[in-house]
């Protein structure tokens, strides 16, 4: 596939595609999208049964007795119990784990004209049957092949929708079939949520259902769940008015509510997938797709928000379909089939899932972030759409770094909105990370469930990120102009520091280091003065090393070892270093450490000096100290200061040695 | 019945001898002369005798020669270039006496002390150099003659302006006052600078002051320095008195911002006049030294300074444009550090003490006793006299590393001079009857609680 063809698709199927043999007189095709397994099924079942899932290890083929034909087959959550329904009154089961007995065993609806309609695995081997007089959930107890039942609802239904993400099972009620019931499944309970009522365009006259199945989606968006409801245009004397899609959100404890319009600005057909949150609708007279953000401001009116797409309409790019090596005369080749996109036979089902019956196909809808990078020019939109996606990280670190290349570099401003977008995120995530130490700290039960909550799947660009993949870009491009790159750095600190994120010492090292290579060491000067560097022993140190090109970078680095007080030893050290002894010593006698510090060290220093008089101070000092600390003026045999008392000798005397005698 | 005679200017004047190295030629060494009444024959002399003096005690030391003490009078040599001398006269400040009917002179002579007005003679010649450029480099480029003009048309002016009765330790030091900003306001204005920097990549550096103290200087230090003496003893007292007098505020079309040119157009609705603008000269860190224009943008409390690449053509929208880019955030950026400085509590952090404190490092200078133009300290000018004279006595006579020097005055106050590495610091202490060790421990608190968070020996 050439770049440029990528480029101008965002939607793509997987590449990959799940193959099972398509649907024809013998054979029928059934799709659970809770488990997201298609069962190809043969002579109902006694001429087999082939079972493909999303990976590898859910593919399995089993035969079933012909016990006519099948309504709907569902393996339970822990794929160890199948539900298949033949009639409206019953649902039969088979277990199917190792050295189970494989007999059939069945439950039947209750009352006498109840028909079920469908059938759903709400969690680990509960079921619930959806029937039109209300729901029956019950529980599968396996090994005595019997089920045990839970509780009932009474209520009139007309279809349902189960969306296992969310454990929420949507029922439509009433004639027009727009009253809509969820219920919330939670491990053997059932909470009713509150219902509510979809708005129509018009009521037909007799009262007719009027909201269908198929135009209505239930989905989890940026974690919140929602009830799409697709309005058809009304037909009106200029035409068709354009299509609508109405997002309720549902929430637990208070009633649905209308949030958000999508405006389709198109008629026809539509089948709506929901992929990373996005939502996006198909279009089939057009063969072009729709993509939505609710998450992008609108315009607003009566409480709802109105949202145009997000990018122009676009067609999923194309496929091909590798078949399989046909013998030929010329030797076998790997034939190439054009798939159709959009074609009657496609059925979408939730969340991103396209399945063609005619082909035998089972795609996966994905994005392509790439692409939408180069529509979207516009870096601050860019970059609030890619954080909200999943597996954007490297996606979002490209954007960055492209930013800061010399000839396509973009302003400060933008760069510092950015930062701020990223930093926010990233803060964001510092807060939470620490919630969930402090609570691992407090109750070490349950902590897992709290980090599962609190690390989110949205990216997180932290400061090695930038400084790995956004900032080493200075390292490649040489002919950015330092101005920029010290710009860009500050900004990037300003930002983490508006957030009060605690900068890493690599951060400024790397700004150190770029105002060293350019002599800016007056500007370097003043960032350290207002503690835009905050202080460390490697900053210090990095300072020491800087003195011979700067000498006020001595000063700099002292400054800040005093600062953070836990830096005593390095300060005498350095001192030493400088043969600075008087001030060493006052220096340890402010801090308290006089007692501690060597002698030998001091002395040694005091005879590189070859100043007289320096090394009679500093040797006298340290016999006072013996005769305060052991009440005698000699050196200790483990401080190996005879050389150095030796060479006092030398210069001034034997006598001249303090005796305590 | 006294009469009190200040310091006074008798002359000043710049020669080359190189110039007029023949007999009869001497005049040509005259670059400079003030006061210009003088006749030249006089003028000759005065420089024949400078010359004499310098070459003979040449002969002795590769120390140049510094100044020359009379009984009336002071002289002092700077060597500002090679072969280029700028002299300054003095008259001794006096007390004249009538003793029984007999006029009696004193003159002070320990009033007049070299050091600070060989510092005066140094940024004399530096303000000089900030605006025209070095003497030679007015001679290669141009001829002696114009030269000449250049030093006239600056020196004639400047030298009537010289306060020389109110020169003291602050001239010595000749530092910069930094505003204490918290990081995330002074981040955000780096932040303002730099995209401001982007968008008019005209602008060199950039340098911007908050009421006479430097939050941001892109400039290098010695220029930084040069340049904070121009803005804050000659540029901003001027537009202060501006202010006060006329000047509404400024609104333009986009909304009202508090911004408008101190240097540039004064009107920006009229394109006509493109206003003061000076040319100035920085040293750098390289060997030529580089021309700018210096354009200085106010708002509120917030002075910036834009220094534009001399090769430039200046032109009215340049400026309309950075008033529209800077006018508003510099307003924003002004009045919340307004804001902020005024939010620290102003009783609590006055000190009780007065103090004097200088980093030779970055030229950081703070001081209780000098209010912020400058002009008038709290403290008497003995007092003044005595610090220059410990530091004096700190740095060039002793030259020790860390070093303090306790002086007690006749009327009970203490000054205590301390310097540790690069730092100097002088605290007065007015306390009847204490004695040395109560002022030393006075002195070590005071360290201890001011100065915690550098590296200042006790």
């Not at chain 2, 340098?207 to 121009?230: A, F, K, P």
Request: aromatic content about 10%; some cysteine.
């Amino acid at each position: 596939m050439s770049a440029v063809e990528a480029d101008s698709y965002y939607l793509h199927l997987s590449k990959n595609p799940i193959r099972f043999e398509p649907v024809s007189s013998v054979t029928s095709v059934f799709f659970d999208d809770s488990n997201r397994q298609v069962f190809t099924v043969r002579s109902n079942g006694a001429a087999g049964i082939v079972v493909k899932g999303p990976d590898e290890k859910s593919f399995s083929s089993l035969r079933l007795e012909d016990r006519g034909e099948l309504i709907s087959i569902k393996f339970s959550h822990d794929m160890k119990i199948l539900g298949v329904q033949r009639s409206a009154r019953a649902v039969d089961f088979t277990n199917m784990y190792a050295n189970a007995d494989v007999n059939e065993y069945s439950q039947m609806c209750k009352g006498k004209d109840t028909k079920i309609i469908g059938f759903c695995w709400t969690s680990f081997h509960e079921i619930v049957f959806v029937t039109d007089h209300g729901l029956e959930h019950y529980q599968v107890i396996s090994d005595k092949k019997t089920l045990k039942l839970l509780k009932t609802y009474s209520i009139q239904v007309n279809w349902f929708i189960w969306s296992c993400e969310s454990s929420v099972l949507l029922v439509s009620s009433g004639s027009l079939g727009n009253t809509l019931f969820p219920f919330l499944f939670k491990s053997g309970t059932v909470m009713k949520l509150p219902k509510f009522e979809v708005e129509l365009l018009n009521i037909p006259r007799p009262p007719q259902l009027s909201l269908k199945q198929r135009d209505v989606v239930l989905a989890k968006i940026y974690d919140q769940l929602y009830v799409l409801v697709l309005r058809h245009g009304a037909a009106t004397p200029r035409g068709t008015s354009p299509a609508e899609v109405i997002l309720y959100q549902i929430f637990n404890d208070s009633n649905a509510k209308k949030t958000d319009i999508l405006r389709l600005n198109l008629s026809g057909r539509f089948a709506i997938n929901i992929v990373d949150s996005l939502i996006i609708v198909h279009h089939q007279v057009s063969k072009t797709s729709l993509v939505y953000d609710i998450h992008t401001p609108g315009e607003l009116g009566n409480g709802v928000t109105y949202h145009q797409p997000f990018l122009s309409p676009l067609p999923i790019r194309p496929f091909k379909l590798s078949l399989p090596a046909v013998p030929t005369s010329s030797g076998s080749e790997v034939q190439e089939y054009n798939c159709e996109l959009y074609s009657p036979n496609w059925v979408i089902f939730h969340p991103n899932v396209v399945l063609d019956a005619k082909l035998g196909c089972f795609w996966y809808l994905q994005l392509n972030l790439e692409s939408i990078v180069y529509m979207l020019t516009d870096k601050c939109r860019l970059i609030d759409f890619l954080l909200l996606r999943q597996d954007s990280k490297m996606v979002i670190l490209n954007v960055c770094r492209n930013m800061l290349i010399p000839g396509r570099q973009v302003s400060l401003t933008v760069i510092a909105t950015v930062f701020n977008k990223l930093n926010r995120v990233y803060s964001d995530h510092l807060n939470t990370a620490n919630g969930i130490a402090i609570a691992m700290l407090i109750n070490s039960v349950g902590s897992d469930a709290i980090r599962a909550e609190g690390m989110s799947k949205t990216p997180i660009i932290d400061q090695s990120d930038i400084y790995t993949h956004v900032l080493s870009v200075f390292d490649e491009y040489k002919d950015s102009s330092y101005k920029y790159v010290v710009a860009v750095m500050v900004e990037y600190i300003r930002s983490l520091g508006i957030f009060q994120i605690p900068v890493q010492h690599f951060l400024f090292e790397l700004i150190i280091n770029t105002l060293v290579q350019h002599n800016c060491f007056y500007q370097l000067h003043q960032f350290l003065q207002y503690h835009v560097v905050s202080d460390s022993k490697p900053l210090a140190c990095l300072l020491l090393s800087l003195e011979g090109s700067y000498p006020p970078a001595y000063q700099l680095a002292l400054d800040m070892l005093k600062r953070l007080s836990t830096a005593n030893d390095s300060i005498i050290e350095v001192l030493l270093s400088k043969h600075q002894l008087l001030p060493a010593i006052r220096f340890s006698q402010s801090v308290g450490m006089v007692d501690h510090i060597s002698a030998r060290k001091f002395l040694e220093v005091a005879k590189a000096t070859e100043n007289q008089m320096t090394f009679f101070t500093v040797f006298r000092f340290f016999e006072q100290r013996n005769v305060r600390l052991r009440g005698n003026a000699k050196f200790h045999p483990g401080e190996y200061c005879d050389p150095y008392v030796e060479h006092f000798k030398q210069l001034f005397g034997a006598d001249a040695v303090l005796s305590t005698s | 019945m006294t009469a009190k005679k200040e310091v006074s200017l008798i002359n000043f004047f710049i020669f080359n001898a190189k110039f007029g190295p023949k007999e009869g030629d001497e005049h040509k060494k005259i670059l400079f002369y003030f006061p210009h009444s003088v006749p030249l024959d006089t003028k000759i002399k005065q420089i024949g005798l400078c010359e004499a003096i310098i070459t003979f005690t040449a002969t002795f030391t590769d120390h140049p020669c510094e100044s020359l003490h009379t009984h009336k009078t002071r002289q002092l040599f700077f060597q500002a270039e090679p072969d280029f001398w700028t002299v300054m006269t003095l008259g001794v400040p006096s007390i004249e006496k009538i003793v029984e009917g007999q006029t009696h002179t004193d003159y002070r002579e320990e009033d007049i002390q070299d050091h600070v007005y060989r510092a005066v003679l140094q940024q004399t010649y530096n303000l000089y150099r900030l605006f025209n450029g070095t003497f030679q480099s007015t001679l290669t480029k141009c001829d002696i003659e114009s030269l000449k003009q250049r030093l006239d048309h600056f020196f004639s002016k400047y030298l009537v302006t010289l306060r020389l009765n109110q020169v003291d330790i602050m001239t010595v030091f000749n530092g910069v006052q930094f505003l204490p900003l918290d990081k995330i306001s002074y981040l955000r204005l780096q932040c303002f600078i730099n995209q401001m920097e982007m968008i008019f990549p005209q602008i060199r550096y950039s340098v911007v002051l908050y009421n006479n103290h430097l939050v941001w200087s892109g400039l290098e230090q010695e220029d930084m320095r040069v340049l904070y003496y121009y803005l804050t003893a000659s540029l901003l007292p001027a537009i202060t008195e501006q202010d006060f007098s006329t000047a509404p505020l400024v609104t333009s079309a986009e909304g009202s911002h508090f911004g408008r040119f101190v240097l540039g157009p004064p009107d920006l609705q009229n394109e006509k006049n493109l206003g003061r603008i000076s040319r100035v000269h920085l040293a750098g860190c390289e060997q030529e030294m580089e021309e700018c224009f210096l354009v200085v943008y106010r708002a509120l409390g917030a002075l910036m300074c834009l220094l534009i690449q001399g090769d430039q053509q200046l032109d009215f929208d340049l400026f309309q444009k950075i008033d529209k880019f800077v006018g508003p955030q510099l307003s924003a950026i002004a009045s919340d550090i307004a804001e902020l400085t005024s939010r620290k509590n102003p009783s609590s952090t006055e000190m009780q003490f007065k103090y004097v404190y200088f980093n030779r490092m970055n030229f950081a200078q703070k001081t209780s006793i000098h209010t912020s133009n400058g002009l008038t300290p709290s403290v008497s000018s003995d007092v003044l006299r005595l610090i220059a004279d410990i530091h004096n006595d700190l740095n060039t006579v002793t030259q020790v590393e860390d070093g303090e020097t306790i002086v007690k005055t006749s009327n009970d106050s203490w000054i205590v001079g301390k310097k540790s590495d690069q730092r100097e610091v002088y605290i007065i202490i007015h306390q009847k009857n204490a004695n040395l060790i109560e002022i030393n421990e006075e002195v070590k608190r005071l360290c201890s609680t001011h100065f915690n968070n550098i590296f200042f020996l006790d």
